[in-house]
């Protein structure tokens, strides 16, 4: 064997004990913050916290530029407020508790990911969803990518994107060609806000979990009702703009396929939060954290049902097989995500003893501010910083921070979560920035600005204007 052959074997090698070195790592910190769901002891924060710092360091030639920084701003900034005295050992425990929980959140779900991606229920239902008549094909395409987005969250996008292009066949006459762009432009717009429209109410996105961490005094079953609403309300108000703005042709009726195939995608969806709840009711644990147990079984069992018409030896092997093989590759692939959100968090919890609640209220009375204005303009700020490329999780994160710290303030907590998750689920969908509007937009051939301002700005630009509206009436 050549040297450079040999080089090539160990540095492969080194590769995959470091993929299951840094796994092992994520695991343990999944298993502090689950054991702190039931103990509160110090040291479950230490081995969190030196777990993390050795999953960074031997995913360090993996993590981009951006999240590097990240990795060394929040122990580094942990490192001089301490030594400044402005905050104390508790502070850094609890910022790590918050990381460790950011950490089980991406974990568990990422587990649920990989069993949908290979489901072949999730491809049958796509197919039914593009293949609608246009009557229906707009509303149906938005309700479905919300079901996927629930499970696959931006992987719901590569789904039915890569489906509607397929759908739509080039061809030489120009009307054709113009019937085929309307129905892309359609499709697609319906994918996207059924997709924005997840962060409203869903547990299993990031939007939930800062909302839910910032304001502990809100529970998600409390909040999933009102979130459901909003929802529901900014899909069909997506409907009623498309139909103004397409009417219908006078078209011979067509077959879009046997809609009770979506039944079971529908049944696996309500499943995860009404198993949480059932377990949280008897184990007296909180509903968030009880789903982000359950995200991992379900998602095995549906990995094993995959296997079916086999053998349980054969399935287990196959299982066992998977995990060992695909698991540790789905939970490094995320380490940029596992850096942002728990660096993130860290940042947002040490930094909030720093406000001082006085001079805030102060500055809140002498401003003369209104609560319809607050809430208005912490929506604004959320918006200019999406469109500047600073990361919503930090934004929330400090301003939810900021905002709880705020003495005798009589903003309800279901008008504050209210108000995050329709903003984010505004931006998501008209930022250039975003991760969702990039992948959408590659599919329709156009820049992710235009397919934010052109294709999508009126939507929501109506969504921000019904929403402010509605504070100043209420508020």
């Not at 499943?271 to 998602?299: E, K, Q, V």
Request: aromatic letters at 10%; glycine letters at 8%; hydrophobic letters at 55%.
């Amino acid at each position: 064997m050549s040297t450079l052959a040999l080089q090539q074997a160990r540095s492969e090698e080194w590769a995959l004990t470091s993929r299951n070195l840094a796994t092992i790592c994520l695991l343990l910190v999944c298993a502090c913050a689950i054991a702190e769901q039931f103990v509160t002891s110090g040291w479950l924060s230490s081995v969190a916290g030196a777990s993390l710092l050795i999953f960074v360091v031997l995913q360090w030639p993996g993590i981009s530029l951006t999240y590097r920084i990240f990795s060394i701003l929040a122990p580094a900034l942990a490192v001089g407020l301490w030594l400044g005295g402005m905050i104390d050992g508790p502070a850094i425990a609890a910022g790590v508790d918050r990381a460790a929980f950011f950490t089980l959140f991406l974990t568990s779900l990422a587990v649920l990911r990989e069993s949908a991606k290979s489901s072949s229920l999730v491809r049958k239902c796509g197919k039914v969803l593009v293949h609608q008549p246009p009557a229906r094909r707009y509303m149906l395409m938005a309700f479905g990518s919300h079901l996927f987005s629930v499970m696959l969250n931006i992987g719901a996008l590569n789904v039915l994107g890569t489906m509607v292009h397929r759908a739509i066949r080039p061809t030489a006459d120009p009307e054709a060609q113009r019937i085929a762009a309307i129905r892309s432009r359609r499709m697609l717009t319906a994918t996207l806000r059924g997709f924005c429209g997840v962060p409203l109410w869903a547990p299993t996105t990031v939007t939930m979990l800062l909302v839910l961490s910032g304001i502990p005094q809100l529970s998600w079953e409390q909040y999933a009702p009102l979130g459901l609403l909003w929802a529901l309300l900014f899909m069909l108000w997506g409907g009623v703009l498309d139909w103004l703005a397409y009417p219908r042709p006078r078209t011979r009726a067509t077959f879009g396929g046997n809609l009770t195939q979506l039944v079971p995608l529908v049944g696996l969806v309500a499943l995860i939060p009404g198993l949480a709840y059932g377990l949280s009711r008897l184990t007296g644990l909180d509903l968030f954290p009880t789903l982000l147990m359950c995200a991992p079984i379900i998602g095995l069992i549906w990995i094993w049902q995959q296997y079916r018409g086999r053998s349980t030896g054969v399935k287990a092997g196959l299982l066992l097989r998977r995990m060992k093989n695909s698991f540790p590759q789905t939970f490094t692939n995320q380490r940029n995500e596992v850096v942002l959100f728990t660096s993130s968090g860290f940042i947002g919890v040490i930094l909030i003893p720093l406000i001082d609640p006085a001079a805030a209220s102060a500055l809140l009375t002498q401003a003369d501010v209104s609560n319809a204005t607050l809430m208005v303009g912490i929506s604004l700020a959320m918006l200019i910083c999406s469109f500047i490329g600073i990361n919503a999780i930090i934004t929330v994160t400090l301003m939810l921070g900021a905002l709880q710290q705020i003495p005798d303030l009589d903003i309800s907590p279901l008008v504050q979560a209210s108000v995050i998750s329709i903003t984010w689920a505004v931006f998501a969908g008209a930022s250039p920035f975003t991760a969702s509007l990039r992948f959408i937009s590659s599919f329709s051939g156009i820049s992710p600005l235009r397919f934010g301002v052109l294709w999508n700005g009126w939507f929501s630009a109506s969504v921000l204007a019904i929403m402010y509206l509605t504070l100043y009436l209420v508020l």
